[in-house]
């Protein structure tokens, strides 16, 4: 008889939101919920009937920032209303970006996507469901360090990839490892040191593909710095693309059609040394083969993005001189 999988693969909108309620539902012990950005109802009241039936179910969410994020305070408070313990995110950290949800102490789900009804139905994100024992306690640790403030120090050898912590490492060493081919979707290209190991696995002769979104997408802020990441990948011959029909919010890594990278860290200097974030490496064949095929589908529904000074400023006209970006 073959072993279970003890991984699978979440594809979003295509999967909706059915497998983290069905979790939810499923638990009788504990919930732990970290997320940046949660205001959809059908995942609240989930948490709630949890919390009504007996289920320990406690929330750790993204502290709103002055003048830029309130999304969370109405949820926290119907939360709380609903008996659920709901905390901010860990101070130590300057965001808590990570989405994660561990139900008992037999199931986690590593996430690009926010809790919000834009993520379920109209962007293409990512997750991963484990029941790998190591991954579920591990992520199940680092709840209970940035619930009490204590400092997390994950294990040696970790499928799982901790931001701060070696990150960036982990993703360089990931990117200089590809041999043929390289498949890139994420937001944002702000970090220096990233943006050189694409650079230089384009310059060896990997194929490499990239999705993003357009400048309009970027805070003012950090415009100059993402787009001049995306001029220099795209001056030296990598192909730049953005999705059509959907909104692009997946951090997603894929080499040589056999490795993959999937979680929450935007390729930025503030994801890797700021901000609480969490992805998870896989080789698992049944995974890398589903997210190959829904890579290559995005690729073709895809068109290709100006990143000329010329096409910047046109995107930036058309869209009132930018706006902000989704974490």
């Not at 920032?65 to 901010?88: S, T, Y």
């Not at 199931?107 to 029941?131: K, M």
């Amino acid at each position: 008889m073959a072993r279970p999988l003890s991984r699978s693969l979440l594809v979003l909108p295509d999967d909706s939101a059915k497998p983290l309620i069905g979790a939810i539902n499923s638990a009788k012990q504990s919930i732990r919920v970290k997320v940046f950005a949660f205001s959809d109802p059908t995942m609240l009241r989930a948490l709630v009937d949890a919390g009504n039936r007996g289920v320990h179910t406690r929330v750790i969410l993204n502290a709103d920032r002055p003048g830029r994020d309130d999304r969370n305070k109405a949820v926290a408070k119907k939360l709380r209303d609903g008996g659920i313990e709901v905390l901010d995110g860990n101070p130590e950290f300057s965001v808590t970006h990570e989405k994660s949800l561990v139900v008992d102490q037999t199931a986690a789900f590593i996430q690009s996507f926010n809790w919000e009804p834009e993520n379920f139905n109209e962007t293409r994100d990512f997750g991963v469901l484990t029941r790998d024992a190591a991954e579920v306690r591990e992520i199940g640790d680092c709840f209970e360090a940035d619930w009490k403030r204590q400092t997390f120090k994950p294990p040696q050898n970790s499928s799982l990839i901790w931001c701060p912590g070696d990150g960036r490492q982990r993703l360089a060493f990931f990117i200089d490892h590809a041999q043929e081919s390289l498949v890139v979707q994420n937001e944002r290209f702000q970090d220096p040191v990233i943006i050189e190991r694409i650079v230089r696995a384009r310059t060896r002769g990997v194929k490499v593909h990239v999705l993003t979104r357009p400048a309009h997408s970027l805070t003012v802020e950090k415009l100059a710095e993402g787009v001049s990441g995306l001029q220099i990948m795209h001056d030296v011959g990598i192909k730049i693309r953005k999705i059509k029909r959907l909104k692009l919010h997946s951090k997603m890594l894929l080499a040589d059609g056999a490795r993959a990278i999937i979680g929450s860290i935007n390729i930025s200097a503030g994801s890797f040394d700021k901000r609480r974030e969490l992805a998870i490496e896989l080789t698992d064949i049944e995974l890398v083969e589903r997210l190959k095929a829904v890579a290559h589908k995005d690729w073709k529904n895809s068109s290709p993005l100006d990143v000329s000074d010329e096409g910047i400023a046109a995107d930036l006209e058309r869209h009132h001189k930018g706006g902000r970006g989704s974490p």
